[in-house]
């Protein structure tokens, strides 16, 4: 058995003023006036606003100000009557991270379809945007591609997506479901 070897690190001792901050505090405090000073006395060239949500991103831009790679909200595709294609299976509820799918499921009136969601709310001020719901979705009813950034609201009851409201962002999906193949 080979015999383990150990480096011993020695810690750099730390000297009177090194050890009571004052020097660091000092410069630290040199850098926040240099900038105070900087934005007062040449504004145009020290502060730069963006201007958010009027301006687009310069030469880039599906998206305001966000990357190409930003998804948006959800969506839940449709049939082609129009219903939800949603069959309220419960894979996206149950492997999203942030708990914030609820759903709750009905039985269809077509015994084609076994069950759909009465109730399908995404709260988004707990979505963390990681995209498995999507991936989970055994039927492609529910995508994160709009693009469309969540309204502003002040009231904690507008963060919840609910079913109507994501449909009215669905459309037609390619994908078979139930043996039949959609528009
Ligand atoms: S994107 Fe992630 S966190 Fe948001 S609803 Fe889907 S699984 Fe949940
Ligand atoms: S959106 Fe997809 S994964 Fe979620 S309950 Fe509906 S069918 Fe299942």
């Not at 504004?43 to 998206?63: A, C, L, Q, S, W």
């Not at 294609?85 to 609820?102: E, F, G, N, Q």
């Not at 499921?105 to 077509?110: G, K, L, R, S, V």
């Amino acid at each position: 058995m080979g015999q383990v070897q150990v480096k011993e690190v020695s810690r750099p001792k730390r000297g009177f003023w090194e050890q009571s901050y004052v020097p660091e505090i000092i410069r630290g405090l040199g850098v926040t006036l240099g900038h105070f000073f900087g934005a007062i006395t040449n504004p145009k060239e020290n502060i730069f606003t963006r201007e958010y949500p009027e301006v687009e991103r310069d030469g880039e831009g599906r998206i305001k100000y966000y990357p190409h790679r930003y998804r948006g909200l959800h969506r839940l595709m449709l049939r082609e009557d129009g219903q939800v294609r949603c069959v309220a299976c419960m894979c996206c509820s149950t492997i999203c991270p942030a708990d914030c799918i609820h759903i709750t499921a009905a039985e269809h009136d077509d015994p084609d379809i076994e069950k759909y969601p009465e109730v399908f709310v995404i709260d988004h001020l707990r979505c963390i945007v990681c995209g498995l719901c999507v991936e989970a979705c055994p039927c492609d009813a529910i995508r994160m591609d709009t693009g469309v950034h969540c309204e502003p609201f002040t009231d904690r009851a507008d963060s919840f997506l609910v079913r109507d409201k994501l449909m009215s962002r669905g459309d037609l999906s390619a994908a078979q479901q139930g043996g039949s193949q959609s528009a």
